[in-house]
Each structure stands twice: as C-alpha cells, then as structure tokens.
C-alpha cells in the first residue's frame, strides 16, 4: 500500500515538474527567437544615456567556422561606447584570416591581438589583450556566442542600478546536438 501512493505521489510530482519546465521553456524560447515577444515580456531597459565603455575580448583558437558570426553580431551591438578585441594565437592561420576579415569588415570596432604565449591556453590569451583594453568594463565572449544586440544597455543598466562590480550574464546552451552530455547540460 505505501509503495503504491509511493509511485502516484511520485509520478504527480513528476508530471507538474514536467509542466512546469515545459511552459517556461516554450515562453523562454519563444521570447528569444521573437523581437515581438521581447516587449511584452517584461525585459525592458532604461533608455538612459550610457555611462560605461566596454572592451569586449574574443579569444579564439581553431575556430574559423563559428568565429565570423559571432563577431559580426558584437559589432552589430546597439551601444555607443565599445570595442571587440579578438585573440588570436600566433599559430593559428585559417582563425585570423577570419578575424582580420571581421576587423576589414567593421574598422574601429574589431582589433585582433596575436597571442604569443605558449602553451595556448584562454587565461594566457585573455591576460595577453588585457594590456590592449581600453574600456571601463571587461567583458569576456566565446567564439560561438550568439550575442543580443542590446546586451551592452543590459550590463550598463545593471552596473548602475545595482552598483556591481561584476556581472555574470546567463549562458543559454544550444549544442544539444553535439553528444549526450551536451543534451543533459542544455536541459
């Protein structure tokens, strides 16, 4: 008797977790990929003039297949006061042709630094573009992020209204396809 109310409280609870992480994942999708949702979703910044710059620092190593993109969508950023420094090894020939082509492609914008440091590691490439950065803010991207184009006024707005010293944005994973674990991670 107590296994079996056991196995029906269990699967009640089961079945409003399921409901529950299945309507806020369908209302965080859909807010995501709609420029129509996003209004009526409560996300709404000041639109107050800016008060920090930002140095936003791209390390990159064997990633010329997802490195374009993401920083054509930094450049694209809706924000005055910014700069995309990409980090490149000195190495790593097909990563910079793709970075350079970026830097031709927004100049004043994307500077790509070359790392010498071995071995490569992204702590060593980020201490490396440090000394290049000229922002008040530090801001740290991978070379497959899909970054929002008001992402820079989130972070400003943040960095007033709270008074932080730090902000740590949230990662949305979606390289489910990549194996198992990448499956379990996203969900």
Request: aromatic content about 10%; charged content about 20%.
């Amino acid at each position: 008797m107590l296994t079996a109310l056991a196995v029906i409280a269990y699967t009640i609870l089961t079945a409003l977790l399921f409901t529950h992480a299945s309507v806020t994942l369908a209302w965080m999708l859909y807010t995501w990929r709609s420029p129509d949702a996003e209004g009526q979703s409560g996300f709404r910044l000041l639109r107050r003039k800016p008060k920090h710059s930002f140095s936003l620092l791209v390390p990159a190593r064997h990633e010329e297949d997802v490195l374009g993109e993401t920083l054509d969508r930094l450049a694209a950023s809706d924000y005055p006061d910014f700069e995309v420094l990409v980090i490149v090894g000195h190495d790593d020939e097909g990563t910079r042709r793709v970075a350079e082509e970026a830097a031709l492609g927004h100049p004043g914008v994307i500077r790509v630094i070359t790392d010498h440091s071995w071995p490569k590691n992204k702590p060593k490439a980020l201490n490396t573009a440090l000394f290049e950065a000229h922002g008040d803010i530090i801001g740290v991207f991978d070379a497959e992020d899909e970054v929002h184009p008001w992402l820079l006024r989130a972070v400003d707005h943040q960095f007033r209204v709270a008074k932080a010293d730090v902000v740590q944005a949230g990662v949305q994973l979606v390289n489910f396809w990549s194996n198992w674990y990448s499956v379990r991670n996203v969900l």
